[in-house]
């Protein structure tokens, strides 16, 4: 079946600092892939997403290349801020409706 | 513009009491629905989603159920609940007809059993 193995954390940076959170899946067929954003206490909220290999999606400085030879969506963001501490999930969603999900890396940022 | 609500925002109830958690979504039509449960510290786990009215599909067997009675009104429900319970439990709409397959997620209820 469909999964999503995404780099376990926590994973705590400096502000400012680059920050990589790394992204593999398996699926039938060609599966849309996201990243989602949960800040704590709320509900998860669609950070970026790619619909077709090579696509790049981005928002708010993260960025996100859809690679199907690698079978990767590593998300990207050059320099974070504080305001970035989150828990980030990645997923993908095949033709068949169901959408599946990483575990979830909890990010924290300090000053 | 489309919303999601979803209440109570935390509630906390005793092993064997009943529970009802109700979403519903505003600004569009024929959402696809779904309820979601997230353990501390882990992903997200699928429990129920729906494509239209009375149409539920069963993701894990346990003592929940959900109902979908109007076309943007979702409720999950127990008889009894069970320690293992405990979660948050996340309600999402996506649009069937999107090009993007996004999920839209509501604000989460903390459920708490003792």
């Known amino acids: 079946g469909d999964s999503v193995t995404q780099m376990e954390g926590p994973v705590t940076l400096s502000e400012e600092a680059f920050l990589t959170i790394n992204c593999t899946y398996t699926?039938?067929?060609?599966?849309?892939l996201f990243w989602y954003v949960q800040y704590p206490g709320e509900g998860l909220q669609l950070l970026l997403k790619?619909?077709?290999?090579?696509d790049k999606g981005s928002n708010k400085g993260f960025e996100a290349t859809y690679r199907k030879e690698t079978t990767s969506f590593h998300l990207e963001k050059g320099s974070v801020q504080v305001s970035d501490s989150a828990v980030y999930f990645c997923?993908?969603?095949?033709?068949?409706?169901?959408?599946?999900f990483g575990d979830g890396t909890t990010l924290t940022v300090k000053p | 513009s489309q919303t999601i609500h979803q209440w109570p925002a935390t509630l906390v109830q005793p092993v064997g009491s009943p529970l009802s958690l109700e979403c519903t979504v505003e600004?569009?039509?024929?959402?696809?629905l779904y309820w979601y449960r997230q353990a501390a510290g882990r992903g997200l786990q699928l429990l129920f989603y729906?494509?239209?009215?009375?149409?539920i599909s069963s993701e894990v067997p346990q003592n929940l159920s959900a109902s979908r009675p109007q076309d943007r009104q979702f409720i999950l429900s127990s008889k009894k609940l069970l320690l293992s319970d405990s979660g948050f439990y996340l309600c999402?709409?996506?649009?069937?007809?999107?090009?993007?397959?996004?999920?839209?997620f509501g604000e989460g209820s903390r459920l708490t059993v003792l």
């Open positions: 999402a709409w996506s649009n069937p007809r999107g090009p993007g397959g996004e999920l839209f």
């Open positions: 699926a039938t067929g060609y599966p849309s």
């Open positions: 790619a619909t077709k290999a090579d």
């Open positions: 997923a993908l969603k095949t033709n068949a409706g169901k959408s599946t």
């Open positions: 600004g569009t039509s024929n959402p696809n």
């Open positions: 729906s494509v239209g009215i009375g149409q």
